[in-house]
């Protein structure tokens, strides 16, 4: 019991997965920069945690952008 669909649902359908994913990837990329910025009186310990933190934001944005134009 499958729904048929046709070209022109599954191409905006396409889109619609692609729009959402971009936003999803623009966002973390956002909170990325957003946790790297750092006060210059931050401890050592809470700017490593947050260099890391931000950069694997950054990284997740850069996949998820990428997996949006790979993933159809």
């Known amino acids: ?4 669909r ?3 649902q599954l191409e905006h359908h396409r889109r619609l997965w692609r729009r959402i ?3 999803i990837a623009f966002s973390l ?3 990325g ?3 790297l910025a750092v ?8 700017a490593i ?3 890391f933190l931000g950069i694997g934001l950054l990284v997740g944005g850069f996949v998820v952008a ?3 134009r790979v993933v159809p």
């Open 49 to 51: 945690s947050r260099a």
């Open 6 to 8: 046709s070209p022109e």
């Open 21 to 23: 994913l971009l936003i």
């Open 39 to 46: 006060y210059p009186e931050t401890s050592m310990d809470k």
């Open 66 to 68: 990428l997996l949006s």
């Open 33 to 35: 920069y957003a946790v």
């Open 29 to 31: 990329s956002v909170s």
């Open 1 to 4: 019991m499958s729904i048929e």
